[in-house]
Nanobody, 115 residues
Framework: QVQLVESGGGLVQPGGSLRLSCAASGFTFSSSAMSWYRQAPGKERELVAVITSTGGTTNYADSVKGRFTISRDNTKNTVYLQMNSLKPEDTAVYFC????????WGQGTQVTVSS
């Protein structure tokens, strides 16, 4: 079965950095585009970044462009989200997602940006 397991969240001060990881199994990772989403309290879940199966193309929400980088390692079945220059408004639960016949989500990892 498809499994997505996020890790790497935590508490960080404004201006700091975190790297999230999402370990995938149960599907052909190297053939699948992967996405990161986030959901802040009281807000809808929003798309943060997308990466194609080969990693050749990436797209970002305007709110994170220039600060976040999505990448993947197809030998490790893992997608990453490097987050730099973090702001309090980046505070959210971050999820990875894959569409493999249907949408599958991980359990999420909490990112809190606060001084």
């Amino acid at each position: 079965q498809v499994q997505l397991v996020e890790s790497g969240g935590g508490l960080v001060q404004p201006g700091g950095s975190l790297r999230l990881s999402c370990a995938a199994s149960g599907f052909t990772f190297s053939s699948s585009a992967m996405s990161w989403y986030r959901q802040a309290p009281g807000k809808e879940r929003e798309l943060v970044a997308v990466i194609t199966s080969t990693g050749g193309t990436t797209n970002y929400a305007d709110s994170v462009k220039g600060r976040f980088t999505i990448s993947r390692d197809n030998t490790k079945n893992t997608v990453y989200l490097q987050m730099n220059s973090l702001k309090p408004e980046d505070t959210a639960v971050y999820f990875c997602k894959v569409r493999w016949l249907k949408d599958y989500w991980g359990q999420g990892t909490q990112v809190t940006v606060s001084s």
